[in-house]
């Protein structure tokens, strides 16, 4: 480290990176990340990227950006505001500048600030050369894209090339910056380009070049060390929302020695699922991606139906696809899982970002009175344990069952905690291989007296045949039956099944000051900003409690009494009041809304604010407030 530059311990720091999408933004913040988790540093992440497939250079709809928050406590968020930004190109600075903390770090790519990029973003002069920017933060200009090309001047690479090894000299000051090493991003790249080592080699080059630059021109008058958190012990990696997702259900399908089979058609941000799981072919997987939504989630009942752990995944537009479908799957009662990669709608909407805007569509979205199971995650950590627990319900109440993530979760990424095989709940499968019925032939909708389950009965087996359909079933035969009072039967039936799920959701546990007149409650993507919004008002001195719903449809058994027994309730979304609705419709009480659709996860210091308005009050607040 230069002598000049003061190392500053810090307990976090938040670092975006952004440029347009050719820039590997996301591959350096994604090595960033793994860096300062080996380090030992807890971590929240938050992708950002451009809606547009290939959108203009050097344009604002082509923006790429990646935040991380690291510190050495638990980190619950990615971060409200960044303390260091780094801006590639006019437009990266352009969309981001505005969320920098005033006095924060600043490294502009000073070679990208030329006439041409400025007039595209409408920069009437060089922010590279402003004083009043220079004043306000603490304002680096580094000629990044020049600098590179000097580290790399005696490869043979073509100049095309050289420019790409540009984000990993932004990496190596960045690295430098924060007294972090590069030997875990020059194990990646060796092993990313094995085949081609030239490329892996001008990368390092480049890498070890941004750290030299630092380190000699003394340009940086201060670096940050950030000492590793104290978490429990156990074996870790770093995971974001989709590998968990993918892990949770490759670990349902060993425990419950099911093969698996994964139907799916591509979407944004549901397809790299897919992509994740098609690699583990080793452990039984099947992965099948079809030629549209409707083929996808029809071969995964077939695969249901023939006897195996059968998944389908997609996000709002394609489960809308699905619908019928997945209704053909509720009346013939066959185990299934449907993963909706939550993102910005309606329509085709936001595709590259985050909303909660699909919880409706989970929960009523279908014809007749069709209820089934609904789950949330909240976190990438969370989903590897409700994609198990989805796979879990689905084969113990031959049901289907919604798993619901979002653009965030799937995304963003976390330390997760090796768990213990042997820790997993068991599966109890309802699969059968003999007549259930002594008296004469099969009857394969005879419930089991606890669950209300019929028997899950594979093709093929002497004995166990029978007829299935969309049609209405007669109870127990499971003949086509048009009578009224079978239907009401069948109907009651069904929904009262969904009901006893609640017999496998564990009470939940309030958070916080239990004594409290207000009460948070979240689900799904927004527990880690609520969990950080209520901890940093109870340390100031506010009294506030908070839960957070992962069982939707049914809710756990003791909802319905913690929410009675508070005055004031807020719930905060990332839609216009869709679980308020379903609160409010179930149990009858008052609930203010937080609605935020902005396509990006909440921000604490909201939350922080209107719990402060209504905490300690007396009153109640004057209805839910919506930011659009």
């Not at 590279?128 to 603490?138: N, S």
Request: some cysteine; glycine content about 8%; hydrophobic content about 40%.
């Amino acid at each position: 480290m230069s002598q000049a530059a003061q190392c500053e311990q810090r307990d976090s720091a938040v670092i975006r990176f952004a440029g347009d999408s050719g820039d590997g933004i996301q591959v350096t913040g994604g090595q960033f990340t793994n860096e300062s988790a080996l380090a030992g540093n807890d971590i929240a992440t938050l992708p950002n990227f451009p809606a547009e497939i290939r959108a203009p250079a050097g344009t604002l709809a082509g923006v790429s950006a990646f935040q991380i928050n690291f510190g050495n406590f638990e980190i619950y968020t990615p971060g409200d505001t960044p303390d260091v930004l780094v801006a590639m190109n006019p437009a990266a600075l352009r969309a981001n500048l505005a969320d920098l903390k005033p006095g924060g770090v600043l490294i502009l790519n000073e070679d990208a600030f030329d006439k041409k990029n400025l007039a595209r973003v409408d920069y009437e002069s060089n922010p590279c050369e402003d004083q009043e920017l220079a004043e306000k933060y603490r304002l680096y200009v580094v000629p990044i894209t020049r600098l590179t090309k000097d580290a790399l001047a005696e490869t043979d690479l073509g100049n095309k090339a050289v420019e790409r090894c540009k984000n990993f000299f932004t990496l190596g000051i960045m690295l430098w910056m924060f007294n972090r090493g590069p030997e875990s991003t020059e194990r990646w790249l060796k092993a990313k380009f094995k085949k081609k080592p030239e490329i892996a080699d001008a990368n390092i080059l480049a890498l070890k070049g941004g750290m030299a630059y630092a380190e000699a021109t003394e340009i940086f008058d201060i670096t940050w060390e950030i000492p590793p958190a104290s978490m429990e012990p156990g074996t870790y990696r770093n995971i974001d929302g989709t590998m968990a997702t993918a892990y949770g259900l490759i670990a349902a399908a060993q425990k419950s020695e099911l093969p698996m089979f994964f139907g799916a058609y591509p979407i944004t941000p549901a397809s790299d699922l897919l992509h994740e799981l098609a690699k583990h072919k080793g452990l039984g997987i099947t992965t099948f991606q079809a030629e549209d939504e409707i083929a996808a989630v029809g071969a995964t009942i077939g695969a249901a139906y023939a006897g195996s752990l059968a998944i389908t995944s997609s996000s709002g537009p394609g489960v809308a696809l699905k619908i019928e479908a997945i209704d053909l799957a509720l009346i013939a009662e066959l185990p299934m899982v449907i993963i909706d990669v939550q993102r910005g709608g309606p329509s085709t909407g936001l595709p590259t970002k985050t909303e909660q805007s699909d919880l409706f569509l989970a929960a009523h979205g279908r014809p007749g009175d069709a209820p089934l199971c609904v789950l949330a995650a909240s976190s990438p950590e969370s989903a590897f344990e409700m994609a198990y627990e989805a796979a879990r319900i689905a084969t113990k109440y031959t049901c289907p069952v919604i798993l619901l993530t979002d653009g965030y979760i799937a995304n963003s990424s976390q330390p997760w905690r090796i768990p213990d095989p042997s820790q997993l709940k068991p599966f109890e499968i309802n699969k059968i291989t003999e007549n259930n019925n002594p008296d004469g032939e099969f009857l394969p909708y005879k419930r089991d007296e606890k669950t209300l389950a019929r028997p899950w009965a594979v093709p093929g087996i002497p004995g166990l045949t029978h007829r299935i359909g969309g049609l209405e079933k007669e109870h127990e035969t499971g003949n086509v039956s048009y009578d009224s009072d079978n239907h009401h039967l069948m109907t009651t039936l069904r929904a009262e099944k969904i009901e006893r799920i609640a017999q496998d959701i564990d009470p939940i546990e309030v958070q916080g000051d239990k004594d409290a007149d207000l009460l948070v409650v979240g689900w799904g993507g927004t527990e880690g900003t609520l969990r950080q919004a209520v901890e940093s008002c109870i340390d100031e001195g506010v009294s506030v409690a908070r839960i957070h719903l992962k069982h939707i449809c049914p809710f756990a058994p003791n909802l319905g009494e913690i929410l009675t027994s508070y005055k004031r309730i807020l719930l905060p979304e990332i839609n216009t009041g869709q679980m308020k609705q379903m609160l409010q419709g179930e149990f009858l009480v008052e609930i203010d809304g937080l609605n935020v659709v902005r396509g990006e996860p909440l921000k604490v210091s909201q939350v922080v604010e209107e719990i402060k308005a209504r905490a300690g009050s007396g009153k109640g607040s004057q209805g839910a407030k919506s930011i659009h």
